[in-house]
């Protein structure tokens, strides 16, 4: 009698646990897969993938599953990652900045795999329609960059300035040599001279800038991961030396640039979390959601490190350019 008890109860608990195991598999397979994809750690790019993951948990009632990868800074790893992601079977593929998305669009492309690819954080309508020519299942969202107004703004809070210096890395995705040269001319109007050092990793910018930094008024940066993830740096040598630093994210100025002028991060994420919701959702293809652009740009102040960056403003003029 003992032996039967025993055998129906190790029954009892093997169908228990096989039909937990048969609810878990099911609850698993209702949850959706997403690869999360940064080229390296910044604030700014937190700030991005803040805004992805909070906004599509809110629009969605579905359960959520994000895997994140970062390539560090680092384009042998960035690779190898971006392979492991077209391999991973996600639902949606999210990726941030220039590189992590032309890598990935290019391999969904040159693997045959239709995984939606929904991008974020790049520069520009021109590299965003390039993305979607190169894989059909890419769309997202891109800033519309105008560095013109940028300097315009700069020319109008900080008038005495002379010589500016911009750190760039010139194999950065989107083009920043064009946008060099843009820069470059428009700032002659004001009595402005644009100097530039190229940077290819974020830990050289301590030699390559330090004897620089000292001989400008003002140091520039874009929107350029491979610089933006060594502004401490550039920060530290602004201080120092007593100029100013103009970052073209607000998560820069957060940091320590006195003056920063962009967009929010998180509303690029968020806007990147719309189109996925709409593939996972409502059972759209990328192909049928066309790009859109965050064009919401504002002026922010460190007042913080204002006075060792030797930056002085009317409050009035900071005002017009204040969201």
């Given amino acids: 009698m003992k032996k039967i008890i025993i055998m129906i109860y190790s029954i009892t608990v093997a169908i228990a646990v096989f039909v937990i195991m048969h609810q878990q598999k099911i609850s698993d397979s209702n949850v959706i897969r997403i690869a999360v994809f940064t080229p390296t750690t910044h604030p700014a790019l937190e700030e991005i993938e803040q ?19 970062n390539a560090n800074g680092n384009r042998t790893l960035l690779r190898a990652q971006a392979e492991e992601i077209v391999q991973g079977s996600y639902d ?29 954080a790049i520069d520009g309508a ?12 890419s769309t997202g969202v891109y800033v519309q960059l105008d560095y013109t107004k940028e300097m315009d703004m700069l020319h109008a809070i900080k008038p005495d300035t002379k010589n500016i210096l911009l750190v760039y890395d010139p194999t950065h995705g989107t083009g920043l040599e064009k946008y060099k040269h843009q820069i470059e001319q428009h700032v002659k109007k004001f009595g402005m001279t644009l100097h530039s050092v190229q940077i290819y990793q974020s830990n050289e910018i301590q030699q390559k800038v330090a004897a620089l930094v000292p001989t400008v008024d003002v140091v520039l940066v874009l929107i350029d991961n491979t610089v ?19 970052a073209s994210d607000l998560a820069s100025g957060k940091k320590g640039a006195a003056l920063a002028y962009g967009i929010t991060e998180y509303e690029s994420g968020s806007g990147a979390a719309h189109k ?30 204002q006075q060792a960056q030797h930056l002085a403003v009317d409050e009035t003029l900071v005002k017009q350019y204040e969201r």
């Fill in 126 to 137: 021109e590299f965003a329609h390039t993305l979607m020519h190169l894989n059909p299942s």
């Fill in 51 to 69: 805004g992805f993951k909070e906004t599509l948990q809110t629009l969605s009632a579905k359960s959520y599953a994000f895997t994140t990868y």
């Fill in 228 to 246: 933006v993830a060594g502004i401490d740096a550039l920060i530290a040598l602004c201080n120092r030396f007593g100029v100013t630093l103009l």
């Fill in 92 to 120: 949606v593929i999210c990726t941030l900045g220039a590189m992590c998305s032309q890598t990935i669009a290019e391999l969904l492309h040159k693997r045959g795999v239709l995984t939606p690819h929904v991008f974020c």
């Fill in 276 to 305: 996925a919701h709409e593939i996972v959702d409502l059972g759209k293809k990328p192909q049928e959601l066309p790009i859109s652009a965050i064009t919401n740009f504002t002026l922010a102040i460190n007042r913080q490190t």
